[in-house]
């Protein structure tokens, strides 16, 4: 019997599926654009559950690809672009109440075989273990072109309603148990067939169940407390992490979700190093890592606060990094590298650069730390907002005014460009028995985008320059998530993607 055993499979997309899924869509659509790679990426990225496809005998004949959002929240009359983010689905809302299903390609070969319905249930059951209010459709119309002289779109959709008139889209969703919500103008550019009309269908999951866990946020505040540290000579790592508790401490009474200590302040520990080298200071420096780490952990959960632990030289294999480490309040760790390294940092202490843009889950979402140089690439922070950072925290450490004002000047930049919240913490003061780290140079801040909900300067907080000092200052990612959509101006959302984009090959 197996020589007559053909196998069907319904499954979720992989990266490997990715130039099949872009052949399929060609194949199904010759007359519209069809998926970019980088597009098919995001989604995997994004929202891994709600891309599916059916494979036969090894061959990729069906897909479809969905995201969630909160549908009131859109205009009755949106497109395709709005609703998905010109296709990238970086809108997606894994707190939404409903499934948006933005594409279903069968390839033509395979009609009539009820690939689409699987793809359409496996939809419903998606939406029935996320416990999803509905799911919403655009959907097509494309027999519409052969009646435009006849009818109004309002009028094809009776007619096709009442199985006057089939049309392979709109019919096939009536039968899957969809209902006509609205018609839509000018959803897709690209579908002359449909006369860039779509009809707005849903279908609602009876066995949704309201949860008291999930509401409408009117707000959704963090607090950042920022570390102007104090660079001065001591005589013990006992001295440091005395120095460092007092500070998680002023933190944790202002409530802080996040205490940032700036980059290398550990080098604070080579005032009682007696090494002259400084290549060879920062590997006796390294010896310190475990003590360094234990510190923070401990700290992170005896205060209950998140700490971006500045950064600290770390010797890996042989090689010497400049790393961040994140110190959640639960006692987990991450960590990102540096990864554009200074001239300085080469010539002196022979650093290597990291290669990885990492993006961190916490109880206040999405963070990425950039480490002082990094910020001042602009890709960073747009591939850091595009794995769904929020916050960019960057420890810095810099000796004089304009290296300063660099950092400065590029974490603002930031936040405007990606509309993101920036922050930058700092050191100050001298430490004068320490080669290539004498003088220090900082004023830490808090920034925002530049737009009528945030402060007028787009800062919502800083420290008097060059004093030991803390900042203190909240955020909202609430504000921050309807800026993105409806700001005065929308630059995140305004990218030309046909005309650039950023290849990120990790």
């Known amino acids: 019997m197996s020589r007559f055993e053909k196998r069907v499979i319904i499954r979720n997309i992989r990266n490997e599926d990715i130039d099949k899924i872009i052949e399929l869509s060609k194949k199904c659509f010759p007359k519209m654009n069809s998926w970019k790679r980088d597009q098919l990426e995001s989604h995997l990225d994004i929202f891994p559950e709600g891309q599916f496809c059916v494979e036969l005998e090894g061959e990729i004949i069906g897909s479809c690809s969905s ?19 010109k296709g990238y689905i970086t809108n997606h809302d894994p707190e939404g ?30 939406a029935r273990r996320m416990n999803l209010k509905s799911i919403v459709i655009g959907g097509r119309i494309p027999n519409y072109n052969k009646y435009v002289k006849e009818m109004t779109p309002r009028d094809y959709v009776e007619e096709v309603m009442h199985h006057n008139i089939y049309d392979p889209v709109l019919t096939f969703q009536v039968m899957n ?40 946020k009117t707000s959704f505040p963090v607090r950042i407390c920022a570390i102007q540290y104090m660079m001065k000579k001591i005589h013990s790592f006992d001295e440091f992490a005395q120095q460092c508790e007092y500070y998680a401490d002023v933190g944790a009474s202002y409530q802080s979700d996040f205490v940032v200590f700036p980059e290398i302040f550990t ?42 632990g500045g950064s600290h030289f770390v010797e890996e294999e042989g090689d ?23 001239p300085n940092e080469r010539k002196y202490w022979g650093i290597h650069g990291g290669d990885k843009v990492e993006v961190f ?14 910020i001042e690439f602009p890709e960073l922070a747009r591939i850091a907002t595009e794995k769904g950072a929020n916050i960019i925290f960057t420890p810095f450490c810099t000796d004089e005014r304009q290296g300063y004002l660099r950092v400065r000047y590029c974490a603002q930049a930031r936040a405007v460009e990606n509309q993101i919240y920036t922050m930058i913490a700092g050191t ?35 420290c008097h320059p060059n004093i030991e000092n803390v900042v203190v200052g909240d955020v909202d990612l609430e504000i921050l998530r309807r800026n993105r959509k409806s700001g005065n101006v929308t630059p995140w959302r305004d990218r030309r993607k046909d005309l650039y984009e950023i290849k990120y090959d990790c």
């Open 67 to 85: 995201l969630i959002i909160n549908f009131d929240e859109y205009d009755d009359q949106h497109t395709w672009d709005e609703i998905t983010d």
């Open 320 to 342: 010497i990094y400049n790393i961040a480490y994140l110190f959640r309040r639960d006692g987990t760790i991450e960590k990102q590298y540096k990864i554009h390294i200074t």
């Open 97 to 126: 109440y409903n499934l948006y299903g933005i594409e279903v390609a069968v390839d033509p070969n395979y009609r009539r075989m009820k690939i689409g319905r699987r793809l359409y249930e496996a939809r419903k059951d998606l």
């Open 177 to 216: 148990g969809f209902t006509l919500k609205r018609v839509n103008k000018n959803y897709l550019d690209d579908d002359k067939a449909s006369m860039k009309y779509a009809t707005l269908m849903e279908w609602n999951n009876v066995d949704y169940q309201p949860t008291s866990k999930r509401h409408f």
């Open 428 to 462: 100050v003061g001298n430490l004068t028995h320490v080669e290539n780290m004498d003088i220090q140079y900082a004023q830490s801040g808090i920034f925002t985008p530049s737009d009528f909900p945030f402060p007028r300067d787009a800062i919502v907080g800083e």
């Open 267 to 308: 080098t604070q520990l080579l005032s009682f190093i007696e090494e002259k080298s400084p290549s060879q200071a920062i590997r006796r420096l390294t010896e310190y890592t475990e003590d360094y780490i234990s510190l923070f952990t401990s700290l992170a959960i005896k205060y209950n606060v998140n700490i971006i």
């Open 361 to 374: 889950d916490t109880d206040c979402g999405k963070i990425a730390i950039q480490i002082c140089y990094d």
